[in-house]
T-cell receptor, first 112, second 115 residues
Framework: DSGVTQTPKHLITATGQRVTLRCSPRSGDLSVYWYQQSLDQGLQFLIQYYNGEERAKGNILERFSAQQFPDLHSELNLSSLELGDSALYFC???????????FGQGTRLTVV | AQSVSQHNHHVILSEAASLELGCNYSYGGTVNLFWYVQYPGQHLQLLLKYFSGDPLVKGIKGFEAEFIKSKFSFNLRKPSVQWSDTAEYFCAVNERAGSARQLTFGSGTQLTVLP
């Protein structure tokens, strides 16, 4: 157990819908990262937050947004969902920005 | 922007064979280097990391990696693999300086160990 908690574990939703994925980082970690893992794209970095502020943006679509709250948990919002958004979404956390990241179990999103 | 290349997409070995997985990165500055492992159906777990010091680092489960700065490489090795090492292995890099230090992953190498 890495100490990073993601909910829900599985999510099935229809195209056009909106979902929210939640991540609770390890106690004491200030950085939260979101990654998308799919068979064809591999592990893609989406976005990073550090102590509530957006720190880095990767290949995140405009339909996706995220935030980190004062208690340091983070949410990833995915809207206008398409079939191609089906993937595993991982959250990771680290103490700082350049230390090792610990990953959650992921949320498997299936868009039908 | 930094990038990470893992040239072996799928490696198949018999038990007790030796393993070496290649990882090259492109970034001119100072970096931290990592290897993660993802067992089937599980999340990524840290195998080992290099921040500074001895370029030969030892990780969990008998894995080690060598940082060769001149070659921008951080290859993963294990002298004798076991069936339980079957998993996907990811090399990752992040910058040590700068405000944006996201962890950039390679495309992964699927290792299959035959009993």
């Amino acid at each position: 157990d890495s100490g990073v908690t993601q909910t829900p574990k599985h999510l099935i939703t229809a195209t056009g819908q909106r979902v929210t994925l939640r991540c609770s980082p390890r106690s004491g970690d200030l950085s939260v990262y979101w990654y998308q893992q799919s068979l064809d794209q591999g592990l893609q970095f989406l976005i990073q937050y550090y102590n509530g502020e957006e720190r880095a943006k990767g290949n995140i679509l405009e339909r996706f947004s995220a935030q980190q709250f004062p208690d340091l948990h983070s949410e990833l919002n995915l809207s206008s969902l398409e079939l191609g958004d089906s993937a595993l979404y991982f959250c990771a956390s680290s103490v700082g920005s350049s230390t090792e990241a610990f990953f959650g179990q992921g949320t498997r999103l299936t868009v039908v | 922007a930094q990038s990470v290349s893992q040239h072996n997409h799928h490696v198949i070995l018999s038990e007790a064979a030796s393993l070496e997985l290649g990882c090259n990165y492109s970034y001119g500055g100072t970096v931290n280097l990592f290897w993660y492992v993802q067992y089937p159906g599980q999340h990524l777990q840290l195998l080992l990391k290099y921040f500074s010091g001895d370029p030969l680092v030892k990780g969990i489960k008998g894995f080690e990696a060598e940082f060769i700065k001149s070659k921008f490489s951080f290859n993963l090795r294990k002298p004798s693999v076991q069936w339980s090492d079957t998993a996907e292995y990811f090399c990752a890099v992040n910058e040590r300086a700068g405000s944006a230090r996201q962890l950039t992953f390679g495309s992964g190498t699927q290792l299959t160990v035959l009993p």
